[in-house]
């Protein structure tokens, strides 16, 4: 099905979006009122050319509005650890035999930014691309576990570069760090495992004071 039966088109025309192992499906069938809640914020966000320009990186002022958005509807950092314990039953001549053994900290504080029940969100706007694979494998231990049912994880589109170009800061925001084109060589290798993941944009329609 067409992802116009999952997101509003005026968000299709603001955002760049990749549906992974059926992601809008699921959060919006299993996840209605999250994932329309999260949709509605991501609408309403927009950054101005004086966020690009500032200093900071993932620090900067962009996750800052993310956040301003997000925190007040229950959207909070979230952490997850576990143990496993395994039994083994042996049985053989004379009876069954068990031994059950315990392997410490399985799941290894795993943490995703924005989480509200089985929803989980992350931005990374201009981190090192390396920090794709920690958000992948977070959302696959989360998935694993039982804890999230799909995940939103959000990062600049190639669409922006014109705009670094015109702005000069194009060495800012280089090839090794977060953007589109890192991101998606990784999804398509099944980095994120069995969780559906929705990949979305950032594109120069939410840069509120540049010309369209």
Not at 90 to 111: P, S, Y
Not at 141 to 170: C, P, W, Y
Not at 176 to 204: D, F, H
């Amino acid at each position: 099905m067409p992802l116009t039966d999952y997101l509003p088109a005026e968000f299709l025309e603001l955002y760049e979006v990749h549906n992974y192992r059926h992601a809008a499906e699921v959060l919006a069938t299993g996840c209605p009122e999250d994932f329309k809640e999260l949709v509605t914020a991501l609408s309403q966000f927009r950054i101005t050319t004086a966020d690009i320009l500032a200093k900071g990186g993932n620090e900067s002022q962009i996750p800052k509005r993310l956040s301003s958005l997000l925190r007040p509807l229950s959207w909070y950092e979230t952490r997850i650890r576990g143990d496993l314990v395994v039994t083994v039953e042996t049985h053989a001549q004379g009876g069954k035999e068990t031994v059950e053994t315990r392997i410490d900290d399985f799941i290894d504080g795993h943490k995703v930014d924005f989480v509200k029940n089985r929803v989980a969100f992350d931005l990374e706007w201009n981190s090192k691309d390396q920090t794709f694979d920690r958000d992948l494998y977070a959302f696959r231990a989360f998935h694993e576990a039982g804890v999230i049912s799909a995940a939103v994880l959000l990062t600049r589109s190639a669409d922006l570069n014109e705009v670094f170009r015109q702005l000069k800061i194009m060495p800012k925001y280089g090839a090794s760090t977060t953007w589109m084109g890192k991101l998606l060589y990784r999804m398509k290798a099944g980095r994120n495992g069995g969780c559906p993941v929705l990949v979305l944009g950032i594109t120069q329609k939410l840069i509120e004071d540049w010309p369209q």
